[in-house]
C-alpha cells in the first residue's frame, strides 16, 4: 500500500491506493506539530484497513513546514559566510522597489542580523583562478566567532565559486567541528548571480535544521515504512535530500495538486489548463500549455530562491479567509485566515466570519455532505457573527452580506487568474479551468464566466487531489553548471551536460532507479551578447533556431545575425514510478434523479437548487443548474446558466448551456 499525505492550513489529506481502489480521509491539521495530524490520520487509514505500518510500502508527503518557517520567520538562527567585502549583497539586492511609485514603501529586513554577516578574505576571479588564498588562522578565527555566536546552521556563499568551489569545501571542512548544518552555495546553486544565489543559499540553511527535526521525527514514527517527499519542481526525492536541501521542498504542497491536475487533465485529453486550488487558507493558481512549467527565478516572502520551482501563483483566499468591515466601511476578505485552529464559526470553535460560513448561509456548503457528515458544521453559530456585520445598514439581510463576501473572494482570485493568463499573453478561451481543493468547486464556475474560460473540469476526490498527485508523481533531480565566460563551443556544452548526466543517474540511482526508468531532458539559458537576462531553451542540434524563435515569441522581435551568448546549461532527470490505476466507466442511458431540492440564494434572489450525490453519478449523467452535487471532499455549485455532464473518467465538466465539449455554441437541430 502507497499513501499520499499532504498537510495544509486546514486539513491534512491523506489518499491510499489498497488493492487498486482510491481511498480518502482528512484530518484537521495541527500547525504546532503537523505530525500529530498525520501519525492521527495514519492510525484511521491502518483502523479502516484492518493493517498496520508494515504493509505500507511507501508515504510521499507534501508538508509546509517549510513554507511556512520562512514565511514566518522561525527558522534557525543562522550565520552567512561569504568573500569579505561582499557581506550586504542581501541587503543590497537589486535596487528594485516592490512598488514603484509608494513612496512609503519598505523591504522586508534579511532573513539573519548584520553581526551574523561574516567576510573572509579570500578572492576566486571569474574564470575559477583563486587569486587569493584562505589563511588556517583565519579560518580557525572564524570557528571561534561563530561558535561564541551559538549559530545553528551556516550558509557559505562566496564570490564565483560556481566556477571553482574549492575554497567553499575549505570552509566547509573547517566549520564541521561547530556539529551544525552547512550549505555551500556551489552545491545549492551552482549558477552566477551572487544575489539570487546567496538568498537561495542563505534560506536553505536557515531552514535545514527545521526539516531535519520534523522530518526525523515523522520517520522515526513511520519506520520501516519509506518515506518521500514532494519538491517544487513536481518531483520527489528521499528524506536525506529534503533534509539537506530544504529549499527544494517550499511549494512541495501546491506542486502536489498541479502534479495530479495536470495528469488527470490529459488523461481526459486536455492539454491546455488553468490549475484552480482553492483551501482553506489560500488558492494557489498555475498555467500549462502541455506540460509542467517550471521557473528559476522565484520568489518567497519577497526573497528570490533560484532552485526550480513550478511557476504558481498564490493568493490569501481560502475558505477560512476571514471577512470584516474596514475602517472606511468597505467589506475585505483575507488574506487573515481562521485555519485549522479555532477555523470557521460553523467549525464549531471559530469566532470570525469566513468563506466557508458564507457559502454555508448561501446554501451552497451542505452540512450532510462535510466530510461524510464525520464533522457536524454548526450553521446556527453564524448568526450573531452575521448581525455585528449588519449593524451598519448596509446590507438588507444576511444573505446580501454573504453574497457580497463571495463576490470579494471571487474578485481576488480571478485577479490570481488573469495575472498567470490574460497579462501573460494567453487567450484564455483556449484554456479548460481544473478545479481541486476543498472550496475550489463552489467558486470555479463563477469565475469561468467573468474570465471567458469556456469550460471547468472537477476531478474525483478534488478536495484531496493533492495528496493523489503526490503518488502520481516521478522522482526527479535537476542539475546545472554556468558556462558564462567560457567559450560556448558545442564541445563545450556537450561535456558539461555529460557531467551533470553522470551526476544525475548516480544520485537516482542510488534511490533505487533503474537506468531503463530515468529520463533525461536537457536545457540551455542563452541570451543575446548585451542582454542582462537569458531564456531557457531545449538543447539540441538546432538550438540557436529554437532560441530565435521563443525571443520572437516573448519579446515580439529578434535578430539571427547577433551573436548568441550560453549562460548556464541545465539538466533535468526523472525517475519513472509506478502510478495508481485510475478507473473509467460505461455511459449510463439514465437520468439522475436528485436527493432532493433545497433553497439557494444567488444574484440577490432565492431558488430552488437540486441536490445530488456525487457518487450515485456516472458516464453520461447530465445535471441542469442550479444544482449542488456533493462528496466527502468538496462540494460543487452548478450554477444556474450552467450544466454539469459527467466523463466517462468521472470528472464533472461544467459549461454554460448550450455549449459543446470544445466551448463553443452547439449547433441547434433543424
Sequence with gaps: MRIGIDTGGTFTDFVSIREGR?????????????????????????????????????????????TNALLERKGARTALVTTAGFEDVLIIGRQTRPDLYDIFTSRLPPLIDDSLRVGVRQRTFHDGTNAVELSQTELRDLVSRLRRAKVE???????????????????????????????????????????????????????APVMSRYLGRLEGELSPTRLRVMQSNGGTVKT????????????????????????????????????????????????????IRVSHEGEVGGMPIGIPMMDIHTVGAGGGSIAEVDAG??????????????????????????????????GRLLPRFFLGGSMRLAPERIGPALRRMTATGQWKNVESLAAGVIDVVNNNMEQAIRLISIERGHDVREFTLVCFGGGGALHA?????????????????????????????DARKDYSKTLLGT???????????????????????EEGF?????????????????????????????WEDEFHRTHEKRYGHFDPDSTLEV????????????????????????????????????ARGRLKAEVHDRQSLTYGDVIKGPAIIGEYSSTTFVPPRFQCDVDKFGNLVLMKKGMNRKGAMAQRKK
Design 22 to 66: 482510491i481511498e480518502i480521509l482528512k484530518e484537521p491539521s495541527t500547525p504546532q506539530a503537523p505530525e500529530q495530524a498525520i501519525l492521527k490520520g495514519l492510525d484511521r487509514v491502518k483502523t479502516s484497513g484492518h493493517s498496520d505500518i508494515e504493509s505500507i510500502a511507501e508515504i510521499v508527503h507534501g508538508s509546509t513546514v517549510a
Design 153 to 207: 546552521s551556516i550558509a557559505v556563499s562566496l564570490l564565483f565559486s560556481f566556477q571553482n568551489p574549492s575554497h567553499e569545501l575549505q570552509l566547509r571542512d573547517a566549520l564541521e567541528k561547530l556539529k551544525v548544518p552547512i550549505s555551500l552555495s556551489s552545491v545549492i546553486l551552482p549558477e552566477y548571480r551572487e544575489y539570487e544565489r546567496t538568498s537561495t543559499t542563505l534560506i536553505n540553511a536557515y531552514l
Design 240 to 291: 536525506e535530500t529534503a533534509v539537506a536541501e530544504p529549499v527544494r521542498t517550499i511549494l512541495s504542497g501546491p506542486a502536489g495538486g498541479v502534479v495530479g491536475a495536470l495528469s488527470l487533465a490529459q488523461r481526459a485529453g486536455y492539454s491546455k489548463i488553468i490549475t484552480f486550488d482553492m483551501g482553506g487558507t489560500s488558492t494557489d493558481v498555475a498555467l500549462f500549455d502541455g506540460a
Design 329 to 362: 466601511g468597505a467589506l475585505r476578505v483575507g488574506p487573515e485566515s481562521a485555519g485549522a485552529e479555532p477555523g470557521p464559526i460553523c467549525y464549531g470553535t471559530g469566532t470570525a466570519f469566513t468563506v466557508t460560513d458564507a457559502n454555508v448561509i448561501l
Design 445 to 473: 464556475a463563477t469565475l469561468a464566466e467573468g474570465l471567458g474560460i469556456p469550460r471547468v473540469v472537477v476531478p474525483p476526490h478534488p478536495g484531496a487531489l493533492s495528496a493523489l498527485g503526490l503518488l502520481l508523481a
Design 487 to 509: 567559450r560556448p563551443t558545442r564541445s563545450n556544452i556537450r561535456k558539461a551536460l555529460s557531467g551533470l548526466h553522470r551526476e544525475g543517474l548516480a544520485d537516482l540511482k
Design 514 to 542: 533503474r537506468r531503463k526508468d530515468i529520463v533525461m531532458m536537457d536545457f540551455m539559458d542563452v541570451r543575446y551578447v548585451g542582454q542582462s537576462y537569458e531564456l531557457s531553451i531545449r538543447y539540441d542540434e538546432k
Design 567 to 602: 549562460v548556464s546549461v541545465r539538466s533535468t532527470l526523472t525517475g519513472k514510478t509506478a502510478k495508481p490505476a485510475m478507473p473509467s466507466f460505461r455511459r449510463s442511458r439514465r437520468h439522475p434523479v436528485p436527493l432532493e431540492t433545497a433553497p439557494l440564494w444567488f
